[in-house]
């Protein structure tokens, strides 16, 4: 085998055939304006507000309440920044957690230099929000609560719809940055109380830059880009028609595959799962159990150094991804995994494994065969490991 077993799913996807041949015509004969008024332009406004349609229909939304951006950071930005301004008489306090995307906690961070006040609720070994404890966090000057749909590193799924009703006992808005659920596990805003909601084109086999956020009719949010009258004037801009083209046609094959293509991903993911944890000692699986996003698997392992790992498995022709951040000359292990409990020393030894539909149980055996033989080697380089050994030898 030398062509490469892409793993890294959660990162982006491979977009697929029929997104770009969606997209194609839009690069071509198709490229007028949809805010002008002859014909061709007429066409790009039909498939931008097509588009619009299938992504409200699939999530159970009405099609004025979605709104496109350049992608889940744009709209996790959006949601926060401007309900942090539209609710500001009521109050100045955010809830999130201690285990979201970078689009989110950074976000934070500037609101609170901005005076918003930001809890950030602890989650359990699972990275499982505690329901009881964002009850107790609420407060009467809490506009927003903000908690991730699955997590894109362990892949843990939050009780959604329990958040969402909380929020709304408490009259509080809720959003979900879902740019990791979306497409591979059923949504409905209404059924899920959910009030905003995050997605991206490039998560769900769409092209990048562009994904778009629900925010429910009534919402008081604010305009975030200022300009032209284009989406209902809250987000203005010329639409990026072929982008836009691609999204909906992915949101469309991801509802029409999502429940075959994830049993699938599933059945395959814990084959994963099994053969690691068995056959690697000293091997933790991340995430909870059960309750995580059908394509992923993220594991520890102990006296590994997670870089070296990944360069290793990438001269087999396999990607993969690791929580720790020494490519960006920080030695900080990921967020997540300190949250969920682990030391730093495990945390820096871990490996995310995600999966698409083309993956394959050949695949599969072929990656755990390599990390088997990679982490013998790289143990049998760790002093830490020998150390351990010496200490335990019944455990060699
Ligand atoms: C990828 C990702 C984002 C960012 O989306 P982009 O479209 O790449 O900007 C936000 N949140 C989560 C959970 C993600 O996985």
């Not at 880009?225 to 990026?240: D, P, S, V």
């Not at 006296?303 to 022709?317: R, T, V, Y």
């Not at 929580?323 to 967020?335: E, F, I």
């Not at 949250?339 to 050949?362: N, V």
Request: contains cysteine; glycine residues 8%.
């Amino acid at each position: 085998m030398n062509k490469v077993i892409y793993l890294d799913n959660a990162a982006t996807t491979k977009p697929a055939p029929e997104v770009v041949e969606a997209m194609l015509p839009y690069y071509t004969e198709h490229y007028g304006n949809p805010s002008a008024i002859y014909s061709i332009a007429a066409e790009c406004k039909e498939a931008v507000n097509s588009s619009r349609d299938t992504i409200a229909r699939v999530l159970g939304a009405k099609s004025n309440e979605i709104y496109f951006t350049a992608g889940g950071t744009e709209s996790d930005n959006w949601a926060l920044k401007a309900a942090y301004e539209a609710y500001s008489s009521k109050g100045n306090h955010i809830i999130t957690t201690k285990i979201e995307h970078h689009a989110i906690l950074h976000t934070c961070d500037y609101l609170e230099s901005k005076g918003c006040e930001v809890t950030y609720l602890d989650v359990d070994e699972y990275g499982v929000v505690d329901l009881e404890q964002l009850k107790a966090a609420i407060r009467p000057e809490t506009i927003l609560i903000s908690i991730m749909f699955g997590n894109n590193e362990i892949g843990t799924i939050e009780p959604i719809k329990e958040i969402g009703r909380i929020a709304h006992e408490n009259g509080i808005v809720f959003h979900t940055d879902a740019v990791q659920a979306f497409g591979q596990v059923p949504i409905n805003v209404d059924e899920m109380n959910i009030d905003m909601l995050s997605a991206s084109g490039h998560k769900l086999n769409g092209p990048k830059g562009i994904g778009f956020l629900y925010i429910r009719k009534g919402l008081k949010l604010r305009s975030f880009i200022h300009g032209g009258a284009q989406e209902r004037k809250r987000r203005a801009g010329t639409e990026n028609v072929p982008g836009i083209v691609g999204l909906g046609k992915a949101v469309e094959r991801a509802d029409r595959t999502m429940k075959e293509r994830t049993a699938r991903e599933a059945e395959l993911r814990d084959y994963l799962i099994k053969r690691v944890t068995e056959e690697i000692p000293f091997t933790r699986l991340n995430g909870h159990p059960e309750n995580r996003l059908p394509n992923n698997a993220n594991f520890c392992f102990r006296f590994i150094e997670g870089e070296s790992m990944l360069i290793m498995l990438d001269m087999k022709g396999i990607c993969g991804s690791s929580g720790s951040a020494c490519t960006s000359g920080s030695l900080d292990p990921s967020h997540v995994l300190l949250a969920i409990g682990l030391p730093h020393e495990i945390a820096h030894g871990s490996l995310r494994l995600t999966l698409s539909e083309e993956t394959t149980r050949d695949e599969i055996d072929f990656v755990v065969d390599n990390l088997k033989e990679i982490i013998a080697k790289l143990r049998s380089m760790s002093p830490l490991y020998e150390d351990y050994i010496a200490k335990h030898p019944e455990e060699a």
